[in-house]
Structure formats: C-alpha cells, structure tokens
C-alpha cells in the first residue's frame, strides 16, 4: 500500500464555526507530512478526525486502509498519538506509564531501550508531575512509539519548549522516519514544517491552500531574493539596477537592499560594486522562506 | 484483559499515593473510632437496644468510608482525570472505555473494603466488637451500598463541566449526609423532624441496611433500603452512560 491517509472532503463543523472546510489529500507511507498554519486553522481537528478521535460532519477519511470510525479499536493498535493537549496522573512514575501503556497494545516495544533512546532512562523513577516541559513531551512520544506504530501523529510536537529543546525533537522525528514509519504533524512554525518535512500543506481557515515540497512552495512563489550590505560613502545606485535580475534597490542610511531573482544575483551585486570601487561590509542574502509563502498565499503574517 | 489489569494495578498505587484519599479511607474511621470508643467504649446500653455504642458505630462508619470514597475519591478522580486530558491520553489508545471504568469501581471498592476491614479488626481488638449478623449478607448489603454510591459519583463527575464544581457538588452532597444520616452521630439524637429530613438521604439507607444487617436482621426487614440503593445505582449508571464525556 503506497498512501498511508487519504482525506476526501473533510468537513467539520461546531456549531455555528466550520473548522474544516471540505479538505481533501494523500499522505505516502514513508514521508514525513506537515500540516501547517495559524491557531484554529483546523490543523487539530483534521489530525483528530484521520485518529478517529473525532466524527467527521462530511467527507471520508481513510488510515491505513481502516476508516477510523468503524474500526477505531483496530486502528488505534496501529498508530501512535501524541495529543497537543493531554497529561498523565501527576504521581504515576515514568516507568509505571510507560509499562501500563504498552499493556494496553496487542504488540509492543521493549520500554526500557525506548526510555534510553529518548533520554529519559534517568528519570524512570520521576513522578510525571515533576518533569520539566520537555521532558514530558518526550514521555508523550514514548507513548506514541511503545506499540511500534505504522504511523506516529505529532500535534503541535515543539510548542512551548526553549530552542534547544526543539531542535532535539526535530531530530527525533526524523529517528521516527528512519525506523521507516510515516510521520504526520502539525504546527504553527513555519520553520520547523520547512526544516522537518518532505511535503507541507498549509492550511488557513479549515481549507488547504497550498500542498508541496516547502522547496517547491517556496520555489513557486517566484518570490524575490534580498541581498543586503553596508556602504561607506555614497555611490550610483544605477550601476546596481542594471545588473541582471535585480527589480529594487532600497536605501536606508548605509544600508543597501538590493530585491531580485536569478540564480546569479549576488554574484551580479558583488560584482557591480567591484567595478565601480564601492567598498561593502556586511554583505548576506535572504531567501524566501514559507513564511513569505503563507504571507503571499493568504496575506496574513503567521505568530510564532 | 491485561491492560485492564495493569490500569487496576496502577490506579491502586496512584490511590495509596494520594495522601488525602488515603487517610480519610483508611485511616480517618480509626481515629473516629479510638476518639468515640474512648468517650463511650462499648458497654451494652438500653440507649442503643442492648448493643454498645462501637457496634453501632462500626457499621456506620462503614457507611462513612463508603460516602467518602463515592463521592469524594470518585467524583474528584474522575473530573480531574477528564479536565487535565489523562481520559483524552487513554483514548487514543485502544483501550476500552469499560475498562477505564471497571479499574476506578475495582480500586476504589478493594480501597472501601480495605478501610472497612481495618476498621472492624481495630474494633474486635480494642472494643471487643460484636457481630451478630451473616458475613455474607452484610458484604452483599456493603456491595450494594458501594456501587450505588460509586455510581452517585459517577454522575457528580459527569455532569459537572469542571473538577472544581465537581469537587463543590461532591462536598455538598457529601456533608450534610455525613452529620445526618446516623453515619457519624447516632440517629437518636436527631429530632423528630430532622428524622424525616434523613429519610431523603441515600447514605441514611445505607447506615440503616448495615446496622440492620449488622445485628442479624433478616433482609426481609430491609426491602425499602434495598429498593432505594437499587434505584439509585440503576438510575446513577444510566444517566452517566448518558452524560458522560472523555473531555
């Protein structure tokens, strides 16, 4: 079986609020898929519906063969779910959970290497109550992982930890894929989708607005390049604008923007204020991210 | 099978870690017990129709630990469990909800059982308690009583849309059946009017069922008890299966 998840036409409504507006698409075995946008895009509600923790008002939703209404039970054995919010009893030990977790499965993994795999061999004996935030999370993904899952959902995986913290869970997920399983997860960093995963949808008010790689998203933007240095003395801006591709050149004091694409624009820019003998410093570039691609897609600037 | 039995395992140290729940189950009813039988010991008395005030006493207290732990362990557990998003956690797995449910009514009836028998083997062996009555009947009145408070708590816990109002309604309840109900202060000393009042609180079936039993009353003599501990387990169950929710 190549697709792990299909989603046709899912729709969910609360009351008067449609949360998901008709969202249709695959995720491949193997990949790792995010989902991506603002708070109360939908992005929960969809990861919910495709666990069969929630009853879709329209569409159909199949995982891993199983609709995950019917065949809740069997499908829960199947995949592994790490919730944005939940908690454990504040006085049950790491162990205990993780012991009592794997009880719940028809097959399960051996939970002391997994504990050790996750950095948290030391702290076994620690009531849940007393873990940091980090750490908390990575008991939740040793739940998610104790059955050997097909398929391991990660609902806003990093909110709230420090940097270091995230970067130490980007590196988990991608363990999870190595291991050979697929990957679904949402969050509202665009850095994290851009760095994590091999396709991207990004979603805004319960509807998909864009669904690719975020190097073909970001291509597909056509979105300028900056290049951005500091002059000493003043000089003819025109030299700039007639190197090739460049569509802007900004002046702010010292500082230079220069907007323009092409693979060769720096080299261009670099090279122009060689000729006319403008010394620099400071000299980067800046590349369209996802974010500019949500910017451009929906015209709404996304809060980290 | 066996995550259920790993889940009952669990909860019961979570229960013994929760030092609140703990002491009122199990240690609470022996300090009522060396307080009350040190005043009044256990001296036969015409007062309680030939019995002593720790006979009498036992089986109400009995009835206490089952009050406390219906609708104060119970509703608060429960509640809380839903509002912090553990039931969530346990529902994304596939465990079966009556599974979560049979290891709360199993922990909590083995901890209600414990605290009982505590009691009963501190009385025989400080007051010289007496029994007069069949074992067996008392455990199935205490059966009875237990799971008809449990489903009581149930019912606090479901309708409550958070653990605090939970634990409020919990309390509400759970005092005025305390001092009234003849659990704590004998019902003789109750007046007249306050009587009838009782008669309205499902713990004063409780205590009058027991004590009953207790002193080897037949449970012919005790049918309106039965009925009214019955009706309140059966609707308790029915409106929870109703009103329950995972979060």
Redesign the interface.
């Known amino acids: 079986m190549e697709t792990a998840i299909v989603v046709e036409g899912l729709r969910k409504v609360y009351g008067e609020v449609v949360a998901v507006d008709g969202i249709s698409f695959e995720v491949r075995r193997g990949e790792i898929f995010g989902m991506v946008g603002p708070n109360g895009a939908g992005k929960t509600t969809t990861i919910e519906c495709i666990?069969g923790?929630r009853r879709p008002d329209g569409g159909t939703v199949t995982t891993l063969g199983l609709d995950p209404q019917r065949d809740g039970?069997?499908l829960?054995?199947r995949i592994g779910?790490q919730?944005q919010?939940?908690?454990?009893?504040n006085?049950?030990k790491v162990w205990?959970a993780v012991?009592?977790?794997a009880?719940?499965?028809?097959r399960s993994v051996e939970w002391e290497p997994l504990l050790e795999r996750l950095g948290l061999a030391e702290k076994r004996n620690t009531d849940f109550a007393k873990l940091s935030g980090g750490q908390k999370q990575r008991l939740?993904i040793a739940?998610a992982l104790i059955n050997d899952p097909e398929l391991v959902f990660l609902d806003e995986l990093t909110t709230g930890l420090d940097p270091q913290a995230r970067r130490a869970m980007w590196q988990l997920v991608f363990d999870i894929r190595e291991q050979g399983k697929t990957v679904f997860l949402t969050t509202h960093f665009m850095e994290e989708a851009e760095r994590l995963c091999d396709r991207v949808a990004i979603v805004d008010d319960g509807r998909i607005v864009a669904l690719d790689s975020p190097e073909k998203l970001v291509r597909s933007l056509g979105a300028e390049k900056r290049v951005l240095f500091t002059v000493e003395r003043a000089f003819d801006e025109a030299a700039l604008r007639a190197v090739p591709g460049v569509t802007k050149v900004e002046r702010n004091g010292e500082r230079i923007t220069v907007y323009g694409t092409g693979d060769r624009l720096v080299g261009g820019v670099v090279n122009a204020l060689e000729t006319g003998g403008v010394p620099f410093r400071d000299l980067r570039t800046e590349q369209p991210t996802l974010e500019d691609v949500f910017l451009a897609l929906t015209g709404k600037q996304i809060r980290g | 099978m066996?995550?259920l039995?790993?889940?009952t395992w669990?909860e019961a140290?979570?229960f013994l870690?929760?030092p609140a729940a703990a002491f009122f189950t199990l240690l609470f009813p022996l300090v009522m017990l060396f307080i009350f039988g040190s005043i009044y010991g256990n001296e036969p008395t015409d007062y309680f129709d030939g019995h002593g005030a720790v006979d009498v006493s036992v089986p109400a207290y009995i009835a206490m630990i089952i009050a406390t732990v219906g609708l104060l362990s119970i509703t608060i557990n429960i509640a809380v469990?839903r509002e912090?998003?553990?039931l969530?956690?346990y529902?994304?797995?596939?465990?079966?909800p009556q599974a979560i449910l049979a290891a709360s009514v199993l922990v909590n009836l083995v901890m209600t059982f414990l605290g009982g028998l505590l009691l009963i083997l501190a009385a025989r062996a400080v007051y010289g308690l007496h029994f007069e009555g069949n074992a067996v009947g008392v455990l199935l009145a205490f059966l009875l009583s237990a799971l008809s408070f449990f489903a009581l708590g149930f019912v606090i816990a479901s309708v409550s849309p958070t653990a605090r109002v939970a634990q409020v309604l919990g309390m509400v309840l759970f005092y005025p059946m305390l001092f009234l109900s003849g659990a704590t202060i004998p019902w003789q000393e109750l007046p007249e009017w306050l009587r009838r009042f009782s008669e309205f609180l499902p713990l004063t079936h409780v205590v009058t069922l027991l004590q009953g039993l207790w002193f080897g009353e037949p449970f012919g003599d005790h049918l309106k008890e039965v009925a009214v501990l019955l009706g309140v387990l059966v609707v308790g169950v029915l409106i929870t299966v109703e009103t329950f929710r995972w979060e």
């Open positions: 666990e923790l039970y069997e829960r054995e779910v919730l919010e939940s908690a454990l009893p006085r049950i205990e012991d009592m977790f009880s719940f499965y028809r939740f739940l | 066996r995550g039995r790993k889940l669990v140290k979570l870690r929760e469990y912090n998003g553990i969530r956690r529902r994304a797995t596939p465990l079966r």
